[in-house]
């Protein structure tokens, strides 16, 4: 399973650096302080480390074996074209994307994952 939601991350991150790089050299938001997350924030900060961490770094776009997420949530829109929406998120981390595989989440999981990403 995690290595699931590494892989569908992956595509996520590489779409969000992607875009960060055709926008020139703007800066990206920074991340919420951990210190100002709520607990639903928290908790997915610990699925996103136990599951995700080993292939993605949060704050940054630099890769790790997978894009760097730093502000996925707040781009515009993907490469697809497609908006980083909650349920575009949620979709691609369940059926994967490309050569991503998707991954089951209960729905708690997947909910605090989610917060947690819109803090990065």
Partial sequence: MPTRICSCL?????SGAALAAMAGCKS???SKPASEWTPVEARGAEVFHQACAKCHY???TQGLHGPGLQAIT???AMPSGAPPTDERLTAVIQHGHGTMPGT???DQQMHDL???LHTL
Avoid at 10 to 14: D, K, Y
């Fill in 10 to 14: 992956l595509i996520l991150i590489a």
């Fill in 74 to 76: 707040k781009i515009k």
């Fill in 104 to 106: 089951t989440l209960d």
């Fill in 114 to 116: 989610l917060a947690y």
């Fill in 28 to 30: 990206l938001p920074p």
């Fill in 58 to 60: 949060p704050t940054t």
